[in-house]
């Protein structure tokens, strides 16, 4: 597997478990580094995106696109192999669970999901209700462009213009654009004159 997105996953899991006193494991930990590297969500923000757990209709996590008023249900498959017909049925099973939430029969969903994803549907706006994507992140190496034609040869419910999917070297590349992007120094220190200080700005006026 990616070195480098292993090295995202351990350092994310560290931060859950100092920040929010969770313990993640690594799959689970895998949707928070997508919501970081690939769509820009602050740390602080991420936990209210995560849907995953048992009866969470094959979504992980729920992205918003503000710009383009679309809903993006996301799957993420931290694993070393992934078939074709296993993105297919992924797919599957996300659309299944959309539609069922446009019927109303949401009672064997849990809570969390129930929650994120009707109010990411209620934020669409009338006249773009239907603007909504399914993406599947992956650990595992892939053709995308195979995986695309087999989804299109394929039986199934959803619209191959509906999904995206992202194999490691596009994972990759999103995180080395963000982490090239900041100012960072080898080492630093702050010297604290006193315990429980702090620092306040003031300006001229």
Avoid: W
């Avoid at 006193?21 to 930990?29: K, L, Y």
């Avoid at 969470?56 to 078939?83: H, M, N, P, R, W």
């Amino acid at each position: 597997m990616s070195t480098i997105i292993k090295s995202e996953i351990d350092k994310k899991r560290n931060k859950i478990k100092d920040i929010l006193n969770m313990n993640v494991n690594e799959d689970r930990a895998f949707s928070y580094v997508m919501l970081e590297y690939i769509f820009g969500v602050d740390f602080i923000d991420q936990d209210d995106m995560i849907t995953d757990g048992s009866n969470d209709g094959g979504i992980d996590f729920i992205y918003y696109d503000d710009e383009d008023a679309k809903v993006v249900l996301c799957q993420s498959k931290y694993t070393g192999s992934l078939q074709y017909n296993d993105l297919v049925a992924e797919f599957d099973k996300m659309y299944s669970t959309l539609q069922n939430f446009r019927d109303g029969n949401t009672g064997h969903y849990n809570n969390k999901l129930k929650r994120v994803l009707q109010n990411a549907l209620d934020r669409l706006p009338d006249e773009n209700s239907d603007n909504v994507e399914f993406n599947l992140f992956t650990a595992a190496p892939i053709d995308i462009i195979a995986a695309t034609k087999k989804i299109d040869n394929t039986s199934h419910s959803f619209s191959v213009d509906m999904v995206n999917i992202y194999g490691p070297e596009e994972i990759e590349k999103s995180i080395k654009n963000v982490l090239e992007s900041l100012n960072t120094v080898p080492c630093e220190k702050v010297k604290i004159d006193r315990a429980k200080n702090y620092l306040e700005y003031e300006s001229s006026d």
